[in-house]
């Protein structure tokens, strides 16, 4: 069994509120993982040879430990990616701090193009201060921003375009779209956020080439390529503008919680499949855990074929058919290979 990537949730509190967000089911609250956890952990994902980890949250730079971690993961030979708002790096004392014991590389979430569209998407009223911390990002540790789509741009006309253009404006050189999915709040499916996906669809290609006049955009899919434009597929593809197919599909990402449990995916955080130091405590006992019988079959459910149209699809191996999350919602009959 090959493990490729690595996420470690460090906290669950952010300084924003969008109603998207995973986190919202925790209601961004919730213990710190310790740095002695954190390091512990890091040294389990370094005996599967795992030499990148993506360190997430709630948002990752409200995390006291951080610097301490950066440093030793260097030390280690771990490449660390931080997966931040950018809210913090307004603050002159952070973002210098930050310079001395950074991540080697950083991936910035954008919520809106505008004071009034960041307002509704995350309850605050700080834009110029998103505004400062993204001009530092672009100019020291990174040139594309990512956005997560969900019904806060569906409805608005100009909302994807604005979001380009205030990248641009801001020095960002590319965009990256991913889709909203279900989360979960007290173990009940949410989608209040989700956008039907034929109507995701019609929203990014009428916004696509407007967009493409500020940035160069590119997507993480986990819609089904059938429901897109063949050409628009194609030429993602060509360009290497398309991301496909998660790690769940794949089998291959270690998840771990801020207690050290582990779950298939970040949207299932209340859903754990085992825990440090109960199930597994080095990387020679993890590679059991996750090749044993029950997780095997767990893996097996959650990839299954969503619908039987997906079984002679030339491009199933590619997109999965989609993230499996959709279909706690969705249909799958009435979305797949429907244009």
Same mark, same amino acid.
């Given at each position: 069994?090959?493990?490729?990537?690595?996420?470690?949730?460090?906290?669950?509190?952010?300084? #924003?509120?969008?109603?998207?967000?995973?986190?919202?089911? /925790?209601?961004?609250?919730?213990?710190?993982?310790?740095?002695?956890?954190?390091?512990? #952990?890091?040294? #389990?994902?370094?005996?599967?040879? @795992?030499?990148? @980890?993506?360190?997430?949250?709630?948002?990752?730079?409200?995390?006291?430990?951080?610097?301490?971690?950066?440093?030793? !993961?260097?030390?280690?030979?771990?490449?660390?990616?931080?997966?931040?708002?950018?809210?913090?790096?307004? /603050?002159? +004392?952070?973002?210098?701090?930050?310079?001395?014991?950074?991540? =080697?590389?950083?991936?910035?979430?954008?919520?809106?193009?505008?004071?009034? =569209?960041?307002?509704?998407?995350?309850?605050?009223?700080?834009? *110029?201060?998103?505004?400062?911390?993204?001009?530092? @990002? /672009?100019?020291?540790?990174?040139?594309?921003?990512?956005?997560?789509?969900?019904?806060?741009?569906?409805?608005?006309?100009?909302?994807? @375009?604005?979001?380009?253009?205030?990248?641009?404006? !801001?020095?960002?050189?590319?965009?990256?779209? =991913?889709?909203?999915?279900?989360?979960?709040?007290?173990?009940? +499916?949410?989608?209040?956020?989700?956008?039907?996906?034929?109507?995701?669809?019609?929203?990014?290609?009428?916004?696509? #080439?407007?967009?493409?006049?500020?940035? =160069?955009?590119?997507?993480?899919?986990?819609?089904?390529?059938?429901?897109?434009?063949?050409?628009?597929?194609?030429?993602?593809?060509?360009?290497?503008?398309?991301?496909?197919?998660?790690?769940?599909?794949?089998?291959?990402?270690?998840?771990?919680?801020?207690?050290?449990?582990?779950?298939?995916? *970040?949207?299932?955080?209340?859903?754990?499949?085992?825990?440090?130091?109960?199930?597994?405590?080095?990387?020679?006992?993890?590679?059991?855990?996750?090749?044993?019988?029950?997780?095997?079959?767990?893996?097996?459910?959650?990839?299954?074929?969503?619908?039987?149209?997906?079984?002679?699809?030339?491009?199933? +191996?590619?997109?999965?058919?989609?993230?499996?999350?959709?279909?706690?919602?969705?249909?799958?009959?009435?979305?797949?290979?429907?244009?």
């Amino acid at each position: 069994m090959k493990l490729g990537g690595s996420w470690l949730t460090v906290n669950r509190r952010c300084n #924003l509120r969008c109603g998207w967000c995973y986190s919202e089911g /925790s209601k961004f609250v919730g213990n710190d993982m310790s740095l002695d956890l954190a390091i512990t #952990l890091t040294k #389990l994902l370094k005996d599967l040879s @795992i030499k990148r @980890i993506i360190v997430i949250g709630g948002e990752p730079t409200l995390w006291k430990p951080l610097f301490q971690y950066n440093d030793f !993961c260097r030390k280690e030979g771990m490449n660390t990616v931080l997966i931040t708002n950018g809210l913090r790096f307004a /603050s002159d +004392r952070f973002f210098e701090q930050y310079q001395e014991h950074p991540c =080697e590389s950083l991936g910035l979430s954008m919520k809106g193009g505008t004071p009034e =569209e960041y307002l509704a998407a995350t309850k605050l009223r700080n834009f *110029n201060l998103i505004k400062k911390s993204f001009v530092r @990002i /672009s100019e020291n540790f990174n040139k594309f921003v990512n956005v997560t789509f969900n019904s806060f741009y569906a409805d608005s006309p100009s909302s994807l @375009i604005d979001m380009a253009k205030f990248a641009s404006d !801001c020095g960002f050189k590319g965009m990256k779209f =991913e889709f909203c999915t279900t989360t979960f709040v007290d173990g009940k +499916r949410v989608a209040k956020y989700m956008v039907h996906p034929h109507k995701t669809v019609a929203k990014i290609m009428e916004s696509l #080439l407007g967009m493409r006049k500020y940035l =160069e955009v590119r997507f993480e899919m986990n819609l089904p390529f059938c429901i897109w434009p063949k050409e628009f597929i194609d030429e993602s593809k060509e360009k290497g503008l398309l991301i496909s197919a998660c790690h769940v599909m794949r089998n291959e990402g270690v998840i771990l919680d801020t207690d050290g449990r582990t779950m298939v995916c *970040n949207a299932l955080f209340d859903y754990p499949i085992g825990k440090y130091g109960v199930d597994f405590k080095d990387g020679a006992s993890y590679l059991a855990f996750r090749q044993s019988e029950t997780i095997n079959s767990y893996y097996d459910k959650i990839i299954s074929l969503p619908t039987k149209k997906c079984l002679d699809c030339s491009m199933y +191996r590619e997109c999965g058919g989609g993230c499996p999350l959709l279909w706690f919602i969705f249909n799958p009959n009435d979305i797949i290979g429907v244009r």
